[in-house]
């Protein structure tokens, strides 16, 4: 679980997340994938996450909320980051 924390790190470090689109209850990210050239979508709407990695698919269907794959990780550092950076602004 930790490992897969830094990995989302590492994504976000190296300016692999997109957002593709923002709203407060509705985002939608894209992660690079690292192999390819690739994206995964990544989405969160009214607090719903999503990813579409076979990872997220896997696990979340067995049990679902408990797990953040590393996109998933990866986009919640970068609307944090955009989130700050915001309020920033307003200031
Ligand atoms: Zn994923």
Same mark, same amino acid.
């Given at each position: 679980?930790?490992?897969?924390?830094?990995?989302?790190?590492? *994504?976000?470090?190296?300016?692999?997340?997109?957002?593709?689109?923002?709203?407060?209850?509705?985002?939608?990210?894209?992660?690079?994938?690292?192999?390819?050239?690739?994206?995964?979508?990544?989405?969160?709407?009214?607090?719903?996450?999503?990813?579409?990695?076979?990872?997220?698919?896997?696990?979340?269907?067995?049990?679902?909320?408990?797990?953040?794959?590393?996109? *998933?990780?990866?986009?919640?550092?970068?609307?944090?980051? *955009? *989130?700050?950076?915001?309020?920033?602004?307003?200031?």
């Amino acid at each position: 679980m930790a490992s897969r924390i830094i990995e989302g790190y590492k *994504l976000y470090k190296n300016n692999d997340v997109i957002i593709e689109h923002y709203e407060p209850d509705h985002v939608i990210f894209k992660v690079k994938n690292n192999k390819n050239t690739d994206y995964y979508i990544v989405s969160m709407i009214y607090g719903y996450w999503n990813c579409d990695c076979a990872d997220y698919q896997f696990r979340n269907q067995r049990n679902p909320g408990s797990f953040y794959c590393k996109h *998933l990780q990866a986009a919640q550092f970068k609307l944090h980051d *955009l *989130l700050e950076n915001k309020k920033e602004g307003n200031s």
